[in-house]
């Protein structure tokens, strides 16, 4: 009997040692599978994220009347000039995937592309009406939509609001999460304390003689210079604490720019009928953000 004993303890401990090899190797199948779980879901909201989808825009070509010989080359640069900027907001739309707000893509790539799609076909309509009839409405195709994102918008909310969790995990503290948030608002609060004013070049002091069938039209972009300035003023004051750190750049003073370049030609233009177009005013486009 005592010599038996030690050998049934002996057999009790290897028993008892194979068992806990097994539920150690469940273990590890268990926490393998959770992880390639975890790594698929991550790839999959990745791929999700990367698919923000397209910028469509009315074409432009199809709905012009016949164009004098003389405007050809002119129409057909500002046609490829159409393409370059959807090629361009299509490539903003997927290099910016994630950033900004709800209204991110309208304020900062959709509006902006508006207002150059504007310019460039009321240059269109001149070149044509020089020499022949200019025609009306073409702005109405100035406007491009978003297609195919619309699950796109909301994976990237999903994700961004799971990178702010990743974020906290990581780093094993809440607290560093936090601290980036209070820093991304606190800059939006510096400017929401300090909206400031916009400020453009004065355009009138710089024109030459002005002849008197042109004056009219003149007067009337003169005006309209100032319309635009008091309304990217007023949406200034609006959009306090929206977009990012260039919201305002890419919200308010590019479209800006862009409707004073369109506005500015438009004057040149004028005096140039009947006088000599004055040369370089495009350079008083561009305004600033004063604090």
């Known amino acids: 009997m005592s010599r038996a004993l030690p050998k049934y303890n002996k057999r009790r401990v290897v028993v008892i040692g194979a068992?806990?090899?097994?539920?150690?190797?469940?273990?590890?199948?268990?926490?393998?599978a959770l992880a390639g779980e975890s790594k698929s879901?991550?790839?999959?909201?990745?791929?999700?994220?990367?698919?923000?989808?397209?910028?469509?825009?009315?074409?432009?070509a199809?709905?012009?009347?016949a164009i004098p010989a003389t405007a050809q080359a002119e129409v057909d640069r500002n046609l490829a000039l159409l393409q370059?900027?959807?090629?361009?907001?299509?490539?903003?739309?997927?290099?910016?995937?994630?950033?900004?707000?709800?209204?991110?893509?309208?304020?900062?790539?959709?509006?902006?592309?508006?207002?150059?799609?504007?310019?460039?076909?009321?240059?269109?309509?001149?070149s044509i009406g020089r020499?022949?009839?200019?025609?009306?409405?073409?702005?109405?195709?100035?406007?491009?939509?978003?297609?195919?994102?619309?699950?796109?918008?909301?994976?990237?909310?999903?994700?961004?609001?799971?990178?702010?969790n990743a974020?906290?995990?990581?780093?094993?503290?809440?607290?560093n999460g936090n601290n980036?948030?209070?820093?991304?608002?606190?800059?939006?609060?510096?400017?929401?304390?300090?909206?400031?004013?916009?400020?453009?070049?004065?355009?009138?002091?710089?024109l030459p003689a002005i002849p008197a069938t042109a004056q009219a039209e003149v007067d009337r972009n003169l005006a309209l210079l100032q319309t635009q300035i008091s309304e990217a003023n007023t949406r200034l004051q609006n959009t306090v604490g929206q977009g990012g750190a260039n919201f305002v750049q890419?919200?308010?003073?590019?479209?800006?720019?862009?409707?004073r370049v369109s506005t500015i030609d438009r004057i040149a233009i004028s005096i140039g009928r009947k006088g000599t177009k004055p040369q370089g005013l495009d350079a008083l486009a561009a305004c600033t953000l004063n604090k």
């Open 167 to 175: 974020g906290n995990a990581g780093n094993g503290n809440a607290n």
């Open 19 to 32: 068992a806990a090899a097994l539920a150690l190797t469940g273990a590890v199948v268990v926490n393998s």
């Open 180 to 206: 980036g948030n209070g820093n991304g608002n606190a800059g939006n609060a510096g400017n929401a304390g300090a909206v400031g004013t916009i400020t453009c070049p004065d355009v009138a002091s710089q």
């Open 84 to 126: 370059t900027q959807i090629a361009e907001a299509n490539k903003r739309l997927v290099d910016t995937v994630g950033q900004g707000g709800a209204n991110f893509v309208q304020n900062a790539i959709l509006g902006p592309l508006k207002d150059k799609r504007v310019s460039t076909i009321d240059r269109i309509a001149i």
């Open 41 to 60: 879901s991550g790839a999959t909201n990745a791929q999700t994220l990367a698919s923000p989808g397209t910028i469509a825009c009315p074409d432009v």
């Open 131 to 164: 020499k022949g009839t200019k025609p009306q409405g073409l702005d109405a195709l100035a406007a491009c939509a978003l297609n195919g994102a619309a699950n796109a918008g909301g994976a990237a909310n999903g994700n961004a609001g799971n990178a702010g």
């Open 62 to 65: 199809s709905q012009l009347p």
């Open 250 to 259: 890419n919200a308010i003073l590019g479209p800006l720019k862009n409707k």
